[in-house]
């Protein structure tokens, strides 16, 4: 075989092994995303979002989170205080009509309490909310935005609606970390008050009610 012929078959060859390599890590990477996806659901499209559309920053910053927190064990509540944390859930969703800034800063708290008992990290809210995404994918940003709401309160800068629609959110992170394990008796275990409605407001006796369901009180929920 002459020289110019053996030169053209390793180029060929060099070239065919290039897009052999490449096709077998965009598949890599392919794979890698549907995982991703499936395990985060809505947190892997906000981690791609906060990453400004780079998702390979994304799927790291995921599988770190998977890495450290996947084999985190945490621990249901005990009947006795899974009832008091209901409690206390009702109590503040009743208080927000009088005091709504106060009620989103007791929920807030609420969930970071209820978070630490089932055994997730305290040392931060941001630790925390990393650990809960890569359990509670489908519900996590409920909290995020109670925090939020929280400390725009404190500054003085949210408004009614934006309260309650940050308890309205959070709601379903609540039930989530407040539920009985599988293997209990779903009729013993204690049951919020109803979900809300959706949002309609009414002026009575010279104050604002956010009729969003209502409790045994007329309260907001």
């Not at 779903?186 to 959706?198: D, H, L, S």
Request: net charge neutral; proline share 5%.
């Amino acid at each position: 075989m002459s020289t110019g012929a053996i030169i053209f078959v390793v180029v060929v060859a060099v070239v065919v092994a290039a897009a052999l390599a490449v096709r077998f890590a965009r598949g890599g990477a392919g794979r890698r995303e549907r995982v991703l996806r499936r395990h985060f659901g809505p947190e892997y499209e906000l981690s791609v979002a906060e990453h400004a559309g780079d998702a390979a920053a994304a799927h790291r910053e995921l599988e770190e989170r998977l890495a450290r927190y996947g084999e985190l064990r945490t621990e249901p509540l005990a009947g006795e205080l899974r009832e008091r944390y209901v409690a206390e859930w009702a109590a503040a969703q009743e208080m927000f009509i009088d005091s709504p800034e106060h009620a989103v800063t007791t929920a807030d708290q609420l969930l970071g309490r209820l978070a630490r008992d089932r055994g997730y990290p305290s040392d931060s809210h941001a630790e925390q909310v990393a650990a809960l995404s890569v359990h509670h994918a489908q519900c996590v940003q409920g909290y995020r935005q109670i925090h939020t709401a929280a400390a725009r309160t404190r500054e003085g800068l949210a408004d009614t609606e934006e309260l309650r629609e940050a308890v309205v959110h959070a709601r379903p992170f609540f039930e989530e970390l407040v539920k009985p394990p599988h293997h209990a008796d779903a009729q013993q275990a204690p049951t919020p008050t109803p979900a809300p409605r959706g949002p309609r407001r009414s002026h009575r006796g010279g104050r604002w009610e956010l009729g969003l369901g209502h409790t045994k009180k007329g309260g907001a929920w």
